[in-house]
């Protein structure tokens, strides 16, 4: 039986892509660039890719940027993207729970909960950290973001991701944060590209910085800086607050 998140990126590209969520994507890249000090010379991995809007903007800044996904559909329109664009890039399938690199890449990102922290399970989601650990050589960087525990403390997920919405996108009903195990779990609605409206029995985990910084220093990262993530301007100058719906992550092995 399919799981939400896949059902979730069967046929949703074009319709993803318009989302509000994802229209940051210069800003983020601008920050990631920075975050390479400006060398060309390494390799990135952009694991949980979707349709590929950072990794296509990264290479089109002169990085060499490889993409993962799960998802046929994103896959396949950020092929599309790159191709219209005339840029050649390796967009490969696989699960973020399973890759097959090793010490191979100096930079990994993952953003936008691309693949962490969507899993069911609280040890999928570490396999996925420590998969991206294992494709790391020993002085990589791994920058990504994820769903900040602090917010729903003090504020409702329901009523943030409705402030959020816009026409055309995806909508979100009878939240539940539960304080044992922070997980939120929600009706989430969306129309795929054929026009079909699909429900989903959502699972999705928030972290505190805390338990981030403690699994990331298991897995041999030496520092471990943690921001609140500004759709389209990320900066190690944002202090990670309980507003933030969504905290910034830098670790460097």
């Avoid at 599309?80 to 097959?100: C, M, N, Q, S």
């Avoid at 973001?145 to 979100?172: M, R, W």
């Amino acid at each position: 039986m399919k799981k939400w998140y896949e059902t979730l990126f069967e046929n949703y590209a074009l319709k993803y892509d318009n989302e509000c969520f994802t229209q940051g994507t210069t800003g983020e890249c601008d920050f990631i660039e920075a975050e390479t000090g400006g060398n060309k010379q390494i390799r990135i991995l952009d694991l949980g890719c979707g349709t590929g809007r950072h990794t296509i903007e990264l290479t089109k800044r002169g990085f060499n940027v490889t993409g993962v996904d799960l998802s046929d559909s994103q896959l396949k329109r950020a092929n599309e993207k790159a191709a219209v664009l005339g840029l050649t890039i390796d967009f490969l399938k696989y699960d973020a729970r399973h890759l097959p690199f090793s010490k191979e890449f100096d930079m990994l990102i993952m953003l936008c909960e691309g693949a962490f922290p969507l899993m069911e399970t609280d040890e999928m989601n570490y396999q996925i950290l420590q998969n991206a650990a294992q494709s790391l050589n020993d002085n990589g960087k791994l920058i990504f973001t994820t769903l900040n525990g602090l917010f729903p403390l003090f504020h409702s997920v329901k009523d943030f991701l409705a402030s959020q919405k816009e026409e055309g996108n995806a909508t979100y009903n009878k939240n539940s944060f539960d304080l044992m195990t922070f997980r939120d779990t929600n009706i989430t609605t969306v129309e795929d590209d054929s026009g079909n409206l699909k429900e989903l029995n959502c699972n999705e985990r928030y972290y505190v910085p805390s338990e981030i910084s403690w699994l990331l220093k298991s897995l041999g990262f030496k520092t471990v800086d943690i921001y609140g993530a500004v759709l389209g301007a990320f900066s190690r100058d944002k202090q990670l607050t309980t507003e933030d719906f969504e905290m910034l992550v830098v670790a460097e092995k």
